[in-house]
């Protein structure tokens, strides 16, 4: 077997072990959310994209004990580098392949905080269908919408447990971007939530760096139920009533705004003609626009709001 053909062979397996670690995970969370819950259950869409090139399994949590709206999706998708994605996202080739899974969930009380996380390889190739580039991107963040100050730094806690056997450097480093990610820019750098981990763009330098990679990704997404689930354990059955909701609906508005404004996901999903359903699932079910808005001092909204004016060092 030639040199090529080899690698190509190596480059085949090594997405076919990712692709299956994407699609166990996706199973664990739901089951695991439907545990918590106690009531709703994921719904399964399953889509192919129209030029062929895969698709996904987009599943919905809706109108629940807990969870008033949840996706979490799959997908593996792949086709040829347009124009769009050349000028809007500054990809350079011929061909690409990219396989994640992306997940947001809004539960129902307004002392419960919103999630996100992704986490997702891609792979370049040239007009002969050699791979030239490669690299893994994920993370995941908090929105709460009021603070407990004990659940920022448990979450926290359990991303810098995570990533600390890979390099005691990466939990500080990948904190600061996501907290300089997940801003509104447009709003004077407002933070949407407390924060968590954001990276993107790791290279592997050989196989043993894309295996060591492989195996940061994974400890990466079995971690994320440790790290979220207590917490909603903790607030779900606090009392709330009409006031909360007004505050959860407009801090749902700014989460609304970096997703369709700001995030690179959501723009990618776009650029590559993605499914427009899937894509959007991270909008929230509600929420509220006031003009000029601005809570009563010393309040606890304004106590969140204050928060995410300027980020902070949870541990």
Same mark, same amino acid.
């Given at each position: 077997m030639s040199e090529v053909l080899q690698l190509k062979k190596q480059s085949l397996l090594f997405r076919e072990r990712?692709?299956?670690?994407?699609? =166990?995970?996706?199973?664990?969370?739901?089951?695991?959310?439907?545990?918590?819950?106690?009531?709703a259950r994921f719904t399964e869409d399953r889509w192919e994209r129209p030029e062929n090139g895969g698709g996904g399994k987009s599943r919905v949590i809706t109108d629940g004990n807990v969870f008033e709206k949840g996706g979490v999706n799959t997908s593996v998708v792949?086709?040829?580098?347009?124009? =769009?994605?050349?000028?809007?996202?500054?990809i350079e080739g011929s061909g690409w392949f990219a396989c994640g899974l992306s997940l947001v969930i809004h539960p129902l009380n307004p002392f419960v905080p919103t999630v996100h996380a992704n986490w997702r390889y891609f792979e370049l190739y040239n007009e002969a269908g050699e791979m030239t580039d490669r690299w893994f991107g994920g993370g995941t963040d908090l929105t709460p919408y009021y603070l407990f100050k004990e659940d920022a730094v448990y979450f926290h806690s359990i991303l810098k447990q995570t990533l600390d056997p890979f390099g005691s450097e990466l939990y500080p480093k990948y904190k600061t971007a996501c907290d300089r990610y997940f801003s509104n820019s447009h709003r004077n750098q407002e933070m949407r939530g407390i924060g968590g981990i954001f990276y993107d763009y790791l290279r592997p330098e050989n196989e043993a760096d894309a295996e060591r990679l492989f195996t940061f990704q994974q400890a990466n997404g079995n971690a994320f139920l440790k790290a979220y689930l207590p917490v909603v354990g903790k607030r779900k059955d606090h009392p709330f009533g009409e006031n909360e909701i007004k505050w959860q609906e407009i801090r749902r508005g700014r989460y609304v705004e970096f997703n369709l404004i700001h995030d690179r996901?959501?723009?990618?999903?776009?650029?590559t003609n993605g499914r427009t359903e899937s894509i959007l699932m991270s909008l929230p079910p509600r929420a509220r626009w006031i003009y000029n808005y601005q809570p009563e001092p010393g309040s606890r909204e304004d106590e969140l709001l204050q928060v995410c004016l300027h980020p902070v060092d949870w541990i």
């Open positions: 990712w692709i299956q670690y994407i699609h =166990a995970l996706q199973n664990t969370i739901c089951e695991e959310v439907e545990k918590t819950d106690g009531l792949s086709g040829t580098v347009s124009d =769009a994605m050349r000028s809007q996202l500054k996901g959501t723009l990618f999903g776009l650029k």
